[in-house]
């Protein structure tokens, strides 16, 4: 069977989320998007693992039909992010012993930061028998690529998989030779369970039953049949840009600034600039990788459709109205064009059309800003 899978959000307990996560609001908003599987993120809290705990029954975690990966980000002392996944509380009860003497805040932090690097977490994670990859590989903050030039270097061995990032696809991460025998993981990294941030980016995966061994299985043996994600310029911080009024510069012009703009903010390196410098080839997919197939959240294309703000009262009840008999990703994907177009405002229904066509266009992110959608 083909399940979506988004295996990497956060809870309460982690900087800037919402105080409305609980795994209840979070399976809630999954069944909406179309998801079959979430992470729990933070498992490493304990009160986030006490609230865990209360579904959790014989080695799984169900809540209204919605199944849970344990899951946590870490960073390192190199302020690089892993993702890891765990198979159940005794893999992560035996991570916790191993790390306790080297972080100072996993008591009150859903994201800890740990006095070790990159090798050292990838070496635990194994033993503990966790899955462990570099969390938003690209991103110019707190990833492994904005710091380092080789995963493998970096780690000194493979991981097992590197999660891309909302501001690169496989077309970007695929110009570097040694990520070809790495799987790819497309995930939300939500803060909240809301409708845009949930299942923004998501896997799916061909699995015989939705467990642990399955995922896992699904995950390092070429399971994942499609990474699903924004494009590239949706991410923001895909291209050079400002942090502070988000001017865009070439990355040359930035360089010769001292990476200070004109209005005296801070210039990041923009993914496509970074892969620019690493990759060392031109794109090409190993034949085993899933396709990435490129979304954006529904919430945001009925919100330019009929000229509202994301987060108006008129979007989230036309969002409700779509997806009362239909997952959001099954209106994005999988559902018929003529069965949408006669259940949606034809406003809306035309701009899914040109989404799935593709006559979308998109004014790239950068320094902080997403990019914005414009319909042709």
């Given at each position: 069977m083909l399940i979506n899978a988004d295996l990497h959000i956060h809870s309460p307990f982690s900087g800037g989320t919402s105080d409305k996560i609980n795994l209840e609001s979070i399976a809630e908003g999954a069944r909406r998007k179309g998801l079959q599987v979430v992470a729990t993120g933070?498992?490493?809290?304990?009160?986030?693992?006490?609230?865990?705990?209360?579904?959790?029954?014989?080695?799984?975690?169900?809540?209204?039909?919605?199944?849970?990966?344990?899951?946590?980000?870490?960073?390192?002392?190199?302020?690089?992010?892993?993702?890891?996944?765990?198979?159940?509380?005794?893999?992560?009860?035996?991570f916790k012993e191993?790390?306790?003497?080297?972080?100072?805040n996993m008591e009150h932090?859903?994201?800890?930061?740990?006095?070790?690097?990159?090798?050292?977490?990838?070496?635990?994670?194994m033993e503990c028998d966790a899955l462990i990859g570099p969390a938003h590989a690209f991103t110019p903050w707190t990833s492994l690529y904005a710091y380092f030039d080789s995963v493998m270097d970096y780690y000194g061995k493979k991981p097992h998989f590197l999660e891309l990032g909302l501001s690169a696809d496989s077309n970007y991460a695929d110009r570097i030779r040694e990520l070809h025998s790495i799987p790819f993981l497309?995930?939300?990294?939500?803060?909240?369970?809301?409708?845009?941030?949930?299942?923004?980016?998501?896997?799916?995966?061909?699995?015989?039953?939705?467990?642990?061994?399955?995922?896992?299985?699904?995950?390092?043996?070429?399971?994942?049949?499609?990474?699903?994600?924004?494009?590239?310029?949706?991410?923001?911080?895909?291209?050079?840009?400002?942090?502070?009024?988000?001017?865009?510069?070439?990355?040359?012009?930035?360089?010769?600034?001292?990476?200070?703009?004109?209005?005296?903010?801070?210039?990041?390196?923009?993914?496509?600039?970074?892969?620019?410098?690493?990759?060392?080839?031109?794109?090409m997919h190993p034949s085993w990788r899933g396709k990435y197939i490129h979304i954006l959240p529904l919430a945001e294309i009925i919100a330019v459709a009929i000229n509202e703000e994301e987060h108006s009262s008129i979007v989230r009840k036309r969002w409700e109205e779509m997806t009362k008999e239909s997952s959001e990703i099954e209106i994005l994907l999988d559902i018929d064009m003529d069965e949408i177009k006669r259940a949606s405002p034809p406003v809306v229904a035309d701009a899914i059309e040109k989404f799935r066509e593709g006559s979308i266009k998109i004014i790239p992110g950068g320094g902080g800003k997403y990019g914005e959608i414009v319909i042709k």
């Open positions: 933070d498992c490493l809290h304990p009160l986030w693992e006490r609230h865990i705990k209360e579904y959790y029954h014989d080695g799984t975690i169900e809540v209204n039909g919605i199944h849970f990966i344990l899951s946590v980000e870490v960073e390192d002392m190199h302020r690089v992010h892993h993702l890891l996944l765990f198979p159940d509380f005794d893999s992560v009860n035996q191993m790390i306790e003497k080297r972080t100072d932090e859903g994201r800890p930061s740990l006095h070790m690097n990159g090798m050292e977490i990838l070496d635990i994670a497309s995930n939300s990294d939500a803060h909240s369970p809301s409708p845009h941030r949930l299942g923004r980016e998501f896997n799916r995966m061909e699995v015989e039953e939705v467990t642990w061994d399955a995922i896992k299985k699904a995950i390092l043996n070429g399971g994942i049949k499609y990474n699903v994600g924004f494009p590239p310029e949706k991410g923001k911080y895909n291209r050079t840009a400002c942090t502070s009024c988000y001017r865009q510069y070439d990355v040359k012009k930035a360089m010769k600034m001292g990476w200070r703009c004109r209005c005296g903010g801070v210039i990041k390196k923009g993914v496509r600039d970074r892969v620019e410098e690493i990759a060392d080839q031109e794109v």
